[in-house]
């Protein structure tokens, strides 16, 4: 038998009712009112102000060294702290790369000064990044990047541009993956850099998306100047690290949450209906509303499961590629349907007129990107593929 | 994990693989796999059932073992010795006043080879009742993959009340636990077919909307084999109801969306009686009507919509941290 997602299920040691009472407790006390529709894939809603709130009550950086800003709590602390905001359609939008996946690679490949100098804003909730890898040549296919960092003295010149870069507009930092040698190819001669994104010579334009929100930018870079010190790890070693940093955002439940709040709304709207209306009694009357949301529910806990058993992989010092790309598909596939499923139970007018059928609108357009950002579907497959000794 | 568990699956892999016949499982004991040491079983616990079924699953185990582990583990619960002879499972209708059934029950696995039958019957009342009933007038059916699926009919039977409890939660449970088996097993083929078979000059496995497929299956086995171990480890823990409803109907679509592909990957080479991949498919297919089928998705939904949305995540959550 063929064992390719072979994790135990994952049980959440005792206190972590304690943990979940006091985040939930945080988000009760800090969530801004604000449109319902920021709820639904509330990862890519920036607010400054919950992530400030956030920092100053210590949900940022929970994993990471006191020394450096960081709580020095467990790794499945955050993990659940993580799926409390995200079910409650927290906008964490603002820090969630820095305190994703930035900081964690300075952890690990960083020097202590660049820690002392981006950890501690990163984990107050105040110092955002964005991620530099796609460019117009450069998608899926990453090794094909050609911006590139030339040794001067006492650091590096950059030219280039960089595209499809979330949230470049209100980040501090890019880590951004460079050619440092000239002729290079492929995946060999490529550097992480930690550049500030006010150093002169930046230029960052924004991508309007197809429902007119400003998110996607291009940034170009026209003889920046950095430091050496604005070098991350090893000359060289950037396709390795990267790598590395691709493995920290697959798995989460991110991946499986952005539909979340139209579920929510969904059931809301449905036992609305049926307090109103008797006669019609969505809630209590509608069986194939009743079966589209069990299905739903069953697949929500399925993703669970397979989230938190990843995760808890990870949180033990493994690489769990395959499970990792396992989550992310699986659970990309289940946002996507999840507005559809509903569109298909209910016959709604698309009219804006109520909080749901504004989700479900906003949740059809935006729905195709889950399965784009973050290593398409292709590409997942192909390093399930790989696991099952296919490739 | 059980401490028995490692040598029970161990057993289990040595014996499935034979093809056993009844006796030879009944000598080693799974029947009884569920009932305490006290009354003379082996006492293991669910995670304990899943792997054993996981694997009778992938063996295509053509025996009613889930059946009457379930059966066996049923009769325990009620205080009642275990009768001699195969006892399986089954839901009917009729009625049982003072002790005698007259009614039917249907579709009965292995039927007409039990010498028992732990039957849910409804008799018109709120809740049915569950009987331990000897095997009635047979007529013989079969399941899609060939199985006996007998109807048992009763006059005036004697009947043994062991109580109210409804076992169908319990037989979706188990049917997961060997459709996570057959499905992982079904994966094993079609990668060993798609490394071997050759054509446009290269092995199938080469061709990258082959290797897509393929991923898109082991996603499919990935999401039934964690749905069934989180619904043994909550039925470990006491109460498994939602997660059992959760896991069949996750393994409903896994097996929808699976079986398709790993014919599709074999061509028409899996589609004939001496390839083995139809042992596993036909059986996959037929298990997903077993014991609710879908119809476990509108309670799960009915639940949902008994409390405020926000509590959905609450309870999904609230029951994994017990």
Do not use: C
């Given at each position: 038998m063929t064992a390719v997602f072979a994790l135990p299920p994952y049980v959440p040691p005792p206190g972590v009712a304690a943990l979940r009472a006091e985040i939930r407790a945080f988000i009760a006390a800090n969530?801004?009112?604000?449109?319902?529709?920021?709820?639904?894939?509330?990862?890519s809603v920036a607010d400054n102000g919950f992530s400030r709130a956030l920092g100053a009550a210590g949900w940022?950086?929970?994993?990471?060294?006191r020394r450096w800003g960081?709580?020095?709590?467990?790794a499945m602390d955050r993990y659940i702290v993580l799926e409390e905001l995200l079910a409650a359609g927290a906008?964490?939008?603002?820090h969630w790369i820095a305190d994703r996946q930035t900081g964690p690679l300075l952890l690990r490949y960083g020097t202590d000064a660049q820690r002392a100098k981006y950890l501690p804003g990163m984990a107050r909730g105040e110092t955002y990044a964005c991620i530099g890898l796609s460019e117009p040549g450069a998608g899926?296919?990453?090794?094909?990047?050609?911006s590139r960092a030339e040794k001067v003295a006492g650091g590096w010149r950059i030219n280039g541009q960089k595209l499809w870069t979330s949230g470049a507009h209100r980040s501090h930092v890019m880590l951004a993956l460079l050619?440092?040698?000239?002729?290079s190819e492929r995946g060999a001669g490529l550097s992480q850099f930690l550049i500030d994104?006010?150093?002169?010579g930046i230029t960052i334009r924004p991508v309007i998306n197809l429902t007119g929100e400003h998110d996607f930018n291009e940034v170009f870079f026209d003889d920046v100047m950095v430091d050496d010190?604005?070098?991350?790890?090893?000359?060289?070693?950037g396709w390795a690290q990267v790598t590395d940093e691709l493995a920290l955002e697959r798995s989460g439940p991110e991946r499986y949450l952005s539909s979340h709040a139209l579920l929510v709304t969904l059931i809301d709207a449905a036992r609305s209906a049926s307090a109103d209306n008797q006669a019609r009694a969505s809630g209590t009357e509608n069986a194939a509303l009743r079966a589209t949301i069990g299905k739903l529910v069953a697949e929500l806990w399925t993703l669970r499961q397979m989230s938190m058993a990843t995760a808890a992989k990870l949180a033990g010092g493994d690489d769990p590629v395959v499970e990792a790309a396992i989550v992310k598909d699986l659970g990309n596939d289940f946002e996507q349907r999840l507005p559809l499923a509903v569109q298909a139970v209910l016959d709604l007018?698309?009219?804006?007129?109520?909080d749901l059928v504004r989700l479900l609108g906003h949740l059809l357009q935006v729905s195709p990107s889950f399965s784009l950002r973050g290593g398409t579907r292709e590409i997942l497959r192909g390093i399930i593929a790989r696991g099952l000794g296919l490739r | 994990m059980s401490e028995l568990r490692p040598q029970v699956v161990a057993t289990a892999q040595a014996l499935f693989a034979a093809a056993p016949d009844w006796s030879a499982i009944v000598a080693a004991g799974f029947p009884l796999l569920l009932v305490p040491e006290a009354d003379g079983?082996?006492?293991?616990?669910w995670g304990d059932a899943f792997a054993v079924l996981q694997i009778a699953g992938g063996e295509a185990l053509a025996q009613p073992l889930a059946e009457a582990m379930l059966a066996a583990q049923l009769i325990a619960r009620a205080g009642v010795a275990q009768p001699a002879g195969l006892v399986t499972i089954g839901s009917g209708g009729g009625h049982a006043i003072g002790g005698v059934f007259t009614g039917h029950v249907a579709a009965v696995p292995w039927g007409r080879d039990a010498a028992h039958i732990v039957a849910t019957i409804d008799?018109?009342?709120d809740d049915p009742v569950m009987l331990l009933l000897p095997r009635g007038q047979v007529s013989e059916g079969s399941s899609p993959a060939g199985e006996p699926r007998d109807q048992l009919d009763y006059r005036g039977v004697p009947a043994l009340r062991l109580g109210g409890a409804d076992h169908a939660l319990f037989g979706a449970f188990l049917r997961v636990a060997q459709s996570a088996g057959a499905l992982g097993a079904a994966l094993e083929l079609a990668t060993t077919h798609v490394n071997t078979r050759v054509q446009f000059g290269k092995?199938?496995?080469?061709?990258q909307a082959v290797q897509q497929s393929l991923a898109v299956l082991a996603e499919e086995v990935a999401a039934v084999q964690m749905a069934g171990a989180a619904a043994a480890a909550a039925l470990d823990r006491g109460d498994g109801a939602f997660e059992m409803m959760a896991a069949k109907l996750r393994t409903n679509m896994a097996i929808h969306r699976g079986v398709a592909l790993a014919h599709q990957v074999h061509?028409?080479?899996?589609?004939?009686?001496?390839?083995?991949?139809h042992r596993l498919t036909r059986r996959l297919m037929g298990w997903r009507s077993d014991f609710g089928g879908d119809s476990w998705a509108e309670l799960l939904g009915e639940q949902a919509l008994s409390?405020?949305?926000?509590?959905l995540w609450a309870d999904i959550v609230q029951r994994g941290d017990a």
């Open positions: 969530l801004p009112a604000g449109d319902p529709v920021h709820r639904a894939n509330s990862w940022l950086g929970m994993v990471w060294p960081g709580h020095e709590r467990p906008p964490v939008g603002a899926s296919d990453l090794a094909a990047v050609r050619r440092s040698e000239a002729g994104l006010d150093t002169p010190a604005a070098l991350v790890g090893g000359e060289g070693n007018d698309l009219d804006g007129s109520t | 079983g082996f006492g293991g616990d008799t018109g009342a092995p199938l496995a080469k061709l061509g028409a080479i899996g589609f004939t009686q001496d390839y083995p991949l409390a405020p949305g926000a509590e």
